[in-house]
């Protein structure tokens, strides 16, 4: 038996699966049993290796108790190499994936886009960053004039006061907290903040959502068509001055669980107006209150106010079928 054992465990080393004591999620979906081999047989057949394999990725042990709450960054990545079908995705994928998301499943997403959408994403993003390169360089000229570089210490955050920030918010139990601090020149993380009810909103312990947002391994914990709606929702907001008056939003989650949520964001800028930290506050709401939101801000409900007029408790209640919708199969 033994060597059998050893047999099995070489032939699924070499052929790239793995055992699993649970169906797979698509199995799930469809009430339908599942071997133990990684990808499964059925996945293998419809050609879904990949949602079959990712199913199992969250599923990480606990490692040792640690009692950081932040992770600082001394060298950048590369960005990814991607081929989205619209070249003007690019910079909007960067920027999600430079906050430590995955990059395949935007890319999918907003391949998705019908003709008209991607041709009107792309004007509007095109006049926004002919705006923000005029006031750049306005900004450079000013700094010649005067004799500065675009950056020096007086204008970057204080990491060690970041960092004492965190640690008040670990003992915030309804709160979550989320806040990464940014380059001014460069606008790359210098270091990411989170506390222990932040993770926990988002199904892992504060050890395992720091390490996902270091390597760019978090999960839009959204079904597609919501993240395409929070997408076109995004064009409301851009010329929105968060430093002044912070963007609050209702919307919902899959995962860990059906959820609807209540994030508050504001940007920090220094003397030069250069965005040196982004902070988010997350809390969860119940129906009731998403309904009350609906009636009384609709302007700070994406779903709604890109034509979905469900209330909270059907929203909740359609969340497998929402996910289990596949916008590249719909045609965007």
């Excluded at 306005?138 to 004492?164: P, Y």
């Excluded at 506390?195 to 978090?218: D, I, P, V």
């Excluded at 010329?239 to 995962?255: C, G, K, T």
């Excluded at 920090?268 to 982004?278: A, R």
Aim: proline share 5%.
């Amino acid at each position: 038996s033994k060597r059998l054992r050893n047999a099995d465990a070489r032939f699924c080393q070499f052929n790239d699966v793995r055992r699993a004591s649970h169906a797979c999620e698509p199995c799930k979906r469809i009430k339908q049993k599942c071997g133990d081999l990684r990808p499964c047989s059925r996945c293998v057949r419809n050609g879904r290796k990949d949602a079959c394999i990712s199913d199992n990725a969250d599923q990480i042990e606990r490692p040792l108790p640690w009692g950081a709450h932040s992770i600082l960054f001394h060298a950048s990545r590369p960005f990814p190499i991607i081929k989205p079908k619209h070249q003007w995705a690019c910079k909007t994928i960067y920027k999600i994936w430079a906050a430590g998301y995955q990059v395949h499943g935007l890319v999918k997403i907003l391949d998705s886009l019908s003709p008209t959408l991607a041709y009107a994403s792309a004007r509007t993003l095109e006049m926004l960053q002919g705006s923000s390169n005029a006031k750049f360089d306005q900004l450079s000229h000013t700094l010649k004039r005067i004799g500065m570089s675009g950056n020096f210490d007086g204008n970057t955050e204080s990491l060690e006061r970041v960092a004492r920030d965190a640690e008040m918010w670990e003992a915030q139990t309804e709160y979550g907290f989320w806040q990464f601090v940014l380059d001014p020149t460069t606008q790359e993380r210098r270091g990411v903040f989170i506390n222990s009810r932040f993770a926990e909103q988002c199904g892992f312990h504060k050890e395992e959502m720091l390490a996902r947002l270091a390597n760019y391994e978090a999960q839009v914990p959204r079904p597609e068509l919501d993240t395409l709606r929070f997408f076109l929702d995004d064009f409301n907001h851009l010329l929105d001055d968060s430093s002044h008056a912070p963007i609050e939003r209702y919307f919902r989650v899959f995962h860990p669980c059906p959820a609807l949520a209540w994030t508050l964001s504001v940007k920090t800028y220094n003397s030069l107006g250069q965005c040196t930290k982004v902070t988010t506050l997350v809390k969860g709401i119940s129906p009731s209150e998403y309904d009350a939101a609906v009636a009384r801000t609709p302007s700070m409900c994406p779903l709604w106010v890109m034509g979905d007029r469900r209330t909270g408790r059907e929203l909740l209640a359609d969340v497998p079928a929402d996910r289990a919708l596949c916008l590249a199969r719909c045609g965007g």
